[in-house]
């Protein structure tokens, strides 16, 4: 089956600095999604890429599919305490969520 | 806006016992899921609904039982709770099988 690989597990960083995380599969995807996990509650979507070489934002969260469609990555900008959490990348080669696969999530802990 | 309500929030099991779980949502979503999430592992799904009066298994359905009881609300029911089963689990919805799932904030069981 469809397995991804998310990376890193962990990152302990100082408050301001940038961030980068990816995800990677064995395979071709159609369809990745970045979710924020706050401690003590659900996902949150933060961004879904649908097309191969695709760029999006939203703050400033970046994230890209790669050009590869087997990729992704997620870059936070100017890190900030509230961005603290787990980071959780998901994808699927097929239509519907049913499909998604999870990644196995980056835990982000910031130091003030 | 509460979006996606799970009860309970934490339970504790004894091995043998049953319980069910309880979700609602009240963003009109056709599709509905259950998924459990472990240490170091992503989302993994249980069973999803993808429109009211239909149920089908997800990748661990083993041990697990389900309902859509109308459009609002999917439960998920442990005949025989055991060790394994011990997790944290989420309810989701998503407009017709869309990938963009708004979640619940999860219910800790943890089944001795």
């Known amino acids: 089956g469809q397995q991804l690989n998310q990376s890193p597990q962990s990152m302990f960083i100082q408050e301001g600095e940038d961030v980068s995380m990816n995800c990677t599969s064995s395979?071709?995807?159609?369809?990745w999604l970045w979710y924020k996990q706050d401690p003590g509650e659900g996902p949150v979507l933060l961004i879904a890429?649908?097309?191969?070489?695709e760029l999006t934002s939203n703050g400033r969260l970046t994230a890209q599919f790669g050009i590869t469609r087997k990729d992704s990555f997620l870059n936070i900008s100017a890190s900030i305490p509230s961005d603290v959490g787990i980071y959780f990348c998901?994808?699927?080669?097929?239509?519907?969520?049913?499909?998604?696969?999870f990644g196995q999530g980056t835990r982000l802990t910031i130091n003030p | 806006n509460a979006g996606v309500t799970q009860t309970p929030k934490f339970q504790v099991l004894k091995t043998g016992q049953s319980m069910t779980l309880q979700c609602a949502q009240d963003?009109?979503?056709?599709?509905m899921y259950w998924y459990r999430q472990d240490p170091g592992m992503g989302l993994r799904l249980i069973y999803y609904?993808?429109?009211?009066?239909?149920?089908d298994k997800g990748e661990v359905p083993n041990g697990y039982n389900v309902s859509r009881l109308n459009k609002r609300e999917f439960s998920l029911r442990l005949e025989s709770a055991a060790p394994s089963q011990t997790s944290v689990y989420f309810c989701?919805?998503?407009?017709?099988?869309?990938?963009?799932?708004?979640f619940g904030s999860g219910t800790q069981l943890s089944v001795l």
């Open positions: 989701a919805s998503s407009e017709r099988s869309s990938e963009k799932l708004f």
């Open positions: 395979s071709i995807f159609n369809t």
């Open positions: 890429l649908y097309k191969a070489g």
């Open positions: 998901a994808g699927s080669a097929f239509q519907g969520a049913q499909k998604l696969v």
């Open positions: 963003m009109n979503h056709n599709s």
């Open positions: 609904s993808a429109s009211e009066g239909t149920t």
